[in-house]
């Protein structure tokens, strides 16, 4: 089993950054893909970013892509989202999960996500 908390959302103006985390316990992290997904309201959730277990590789969302950075720290069972450039329509609830296969070098499809934390609100207002 595994535990993710998200942590770091919050209020911004557009144009802002911001940066989220989304700390693991229970399971040996470092051997996981992990991902960042976002629900708006009204809307379903849809994939954001990933990183593998080395954070060697990364994959991004295109509307994201060179305004968001995902990372992570394995000694700190820690992945980080870094938000640049802030646009409102990046409002939404953003959630991690982890992968359940280990040691996958490739993007996990959506379904390979098994673990998934509570969430956390990002506002971007114009």
């Known amino acids: 089993q595994v535990q993710l908390a998200e942590s770091g959302g919050g209020l911004v103006q557009a144009g802002g950054s911001l940066r989220v985390s989304c700390a693991a316990s229970?399971?040996?992290?470092?051997?996981?893909?992990v991902g960042w997904f976002r629900q708006a309201p009204g809307k379903e959730r849809e994939f954001v970013a990933a990183?593998?277990?080395?954070?060697?590789?990364?994959w991004y969302e295109d509307s994201v892509k060179s305004r968001f950075t995902i990372s992570r720290d394995n000694a700190k069972k820690t992945v980080y989202l870094q938000m640049n450039s802030l646009k409102p329509e990046d409002t939404a609830v953003y959630y991690c999960a982890c992968d359940s296969s280990p040691w996958r070098t490739s993007m996990p499809p959506m379904g390979a996500y098994g673990y998934w934390g509570q969430g956390t609100q990002v506002t971007v207002s114009s």
């Open positions: 229970g399971r040996t992290f470092s051997r996981y893909a």
């Open positions: 990183i593998i277990w080395s954070g060697a590789s990364t």
